[in-house]
Nanobody
């Protein structure tokens, strides 16, 4: 059982920055690819930011590319999402997710509870 706990969300002004953290426990962190995904009120979950088990490859949805950076520290069992130049359109609940790297699964296996990010003046 893998548990993921997000933190770092809050209220920020447009143009501001936040850094989200996701602490993992209950598994071997290096066995999982990780991702950050978001869901705005009344909308489905969007494509997000992903990172491979060793941080060797990252991917980003077009909506956040160039503004968000995903990273991980396997020694600390933590994945981060640095969010810069935030806009009101970034307002959403942000979820951390893990995908076991050895099964070839197309979807993520474990999800955190989410952390709210609100971008408003």
């Amino acid at each position: 059982q893998v548990q993921l706990v997000e933190s770092g969300g809050g209220l920020v002004q447009p143009g501001g920055s936040l850094r989200l953290s996701c602490a993992a426990s209950g598994g071997t962190f290096g066995h999982y690819n990780m991702g950050w995904f978001r869901q705005a009120p009344g909308k489905g979950r969007e494509s997000g930011s992903t990172i491979t088990w060793n941080g060797g490859s990252t991917s980003y949805a077009d909506s956040v590319k160039g503004r968000f950076t995903i990273s991980r520290d396997n020694a600390k069992n933590t994945v981060y999402l640095q969010m810069n130049n935030l806009t009101p359109g970034d307002t959403a609940v942000y979820y951390c997710a893990a995908k076991f790297r050895f099964t070839g699964a197309s979807s993520y296996d474990y999800w955190g509870q989410g952390t709210q990010v609100t971008v408003s003046s």
